[in-house]
């Protein structure tokens, strides 16, 4: 039995991954849940699945998760404070870790599985975005595996030779196509842009997202941070990556080789296929998706994006090709830029003038270790927050919703 940990059980991959391991009894064996600050969530995934620990980063939300437990669950130990996510990425009763901490604030985590040596499923993609270089080097000193849930990323892993390492091209790999859905505003005029509500952002055509993500995806940031997450995880630099709209979100992304061959994974658009794949890597295991039919889906479309429209991507592409800090401070800028939006308090197209003004003042050279990073992304975060602070009042944030 494969010992799982999955951090950030409550959201929507968490949901996914336990959903998963429920269709593969006698295989895996859930040893720990974690997530921020839904305790009812999380005692409802306690008290059916007993699993060994069970954390909230709030105390809290942990002492009311004690309460909602009554003895319930005598066997689970209730975690909490920031260790608890470390303590739990590194238990030996944990074979694989599932990284689905949304945020910066899943950095640490991540890094403590792939320093205990474990199979780490990265659905989290901002530690990637942040400090790709330390986890890869982190992970390969530990002899930790790292498997993409990203759906493109995992595409474009199951698209790989066998036996490719983290952070290291492929022999033969000519480009990546990064396939985007384009999200809920892909054809909304430059000008309507201005006015879109949080509602109407978190309204993904396809997929379902936590909030913060589909915000992400509406800017088409989502695509960027991907892109960087790319660029680390496969080593190739951003102009390898072609970025292709794909409305449809059936292909999920493809890899060309030096031969002209193209390959693609496609699949329904759901999580579980990505999450099955890794959880049951090398091999295939269920994942309850519905097959899909091509005969129904009928066409595929792609087009190019619209940099102009979406500045976010732009500026996701500038950032990946200068590396550095670069991509933690648009990652930061980012993170702040969205929950304001998500409150009320910035605009839709304030996001990218945030992230700009932010971005603008990096300091050129390599982004250094974790506590520089960790430096930096602070940094980011303050300097964003005046930025949003600023705006109060002025255009940028006319039409914000209160
Ligand atoms: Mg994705």
Known sequence: MIGVAVLGSTGSVGESTLDVLARNPGRFRLVAVAAHTNAASL?????????????????????????????????????????????????????????AIVGAVGLSSTLAAARAGKRVLLANKEPLVMAGGLLIEAARAAGATLLPIDSEHNAIFQCLPSGSQAGVVPAGLRRILLTASGGPFLDLP??????????????????????????????????????????????????QVQIVVHPQSIVHSLVEYIDGSVL???????????????????????????????LKTGRLDFRAPDTVRFRCLALAQAAASAGGLHPVLLNAANEVAVAAFLEGRLN??????????????????????????????????????????????????RGAHA
């Open 264 to 294: 693609a994974q496609l699949g329904a658009p759901d999580m579980r296929t990505p999450i099955a794949h890794a959880l049951g890597w090398p091999e295939r295991i269920p994942s309850g998706v519905e097959f899909l039919d091509l």
């Open 348 to 397: 839709f197209t304030g996001i990218a003038a945030v992230i700009e003004a932010v971005v603008e003042q990096c300091p050129a050279g390599a982004a250094g270790d974790l506590q520089q990073v960790q430096a930096a992304d602070a940094e980011g975060r303050a300097r964003a927050r005046e930025r949003i602070l600023g705006l109060t009042g002025s255009a940028a944030v």
């Open 190 to 239: 430059a000008e309507a842009l201005e006015s879109v509500t949080p509602q109407a952002a978190c309204r993904h055509p396809n997929w379902v997202m936590g909030r913060k993500i589909s915000v992400d995806s509406a800017t088409l940031m989502n695509k960027g941070l991907e892109l960087i997450e790319a660029c680390e995880l496969f080593g190739v630099t951003a102009q």
């Open 43 to 99: 005692a409802r995934q306690v008290l059916k699945w007993q699993p060994r620990y069970a954390a909230l980063a709030d105390p809290r939300a942990a002492s009311q998760l004690r309460s909602l437990l009554g003895s319930g669950a005598p066997g689970t130990q209730v975690l909490t404070g920031p260790e608890a996510l470390e303590q739990i990425a590194q238990a030996p009763e944990v074979d694989c870790v599932m990284a």
